[in-house]
Every structure is written in C-alpha cells, then in structure tokens.
C-alpha cells in the first residue's frame, strides 16, 4: 500500500519530496492526486505586503482546482484573511 493510499483527502502534510514544504493528496470530482508544493530554501517574508503581492502575482483568487500545486500554496501557505502560523513556525 503506498502512502497515497493511507493519506487522507485534502489534509495538507509535511512533503517526503526534496525542495518542497508540503504535500496533499487532492481529491476533486472523483480524481485524486499527489500535489507537492511550496518551495524549501527561501527566505520568508509572510508580511501583510507580501501576502497581497503573492496572492496578485498567482491569481490566487481564480484558482478553484483543488488538483493544483497553486490553488493548495494560495490556500495553505498565502491564506487570504488569516496569519498562518504554523508556517511561521516551520522557518
């Protein structure tokens, strides 16, 4: 049984890949996916400022597929109405 197997749908976990933050398995319409995303080795500037030129920059309001490495950054790492802590912590 692979890990996929054992992850629950669309609860974002700590990535087994090299250079990424997170990963899910993604479930939409019957399809499931395994989505890495986030970006290890940089540095991190979670400001109000930052936040909003991300969310611009990716169109993070017109990602609706949840089997897209953006619309899980966006929705996880760049929340738009609350600090994500947890990330904060993860420096």
């Not at 700590?14 to 993604?26: C, E, H, I, L, N």
């Not at 995303?37 to 930052?50: V, W």
Request: glycine letters at 8%; aromatic letters at 8%.
């Amino acid at each position: 049984m692979s890990k996929k197997d054992r992850m629950k749908c669309n609860k974002p976990t700590t990535s087994t890949r090299p250079g990424k933050k997170k990963m899910v398995k993604a479930c939409e319409g019957g399809k499931e996916k395994l989505v890495h995303y986030g970006a290890k080795g940089y540095k991190h500037n979670y400001s109000p400022e930052a936040k909003r030129s991300f969310r611009a920059r990716h169109k993070c309001d017109e990602k609706k597929s949840k089997l897209g490495a953006g619309y899980w950054a966006c929705k996880d790492l760049w929340p738009k109405n609350k600090r994500n802590w947890k990330v904060l912590k993860d420096k």
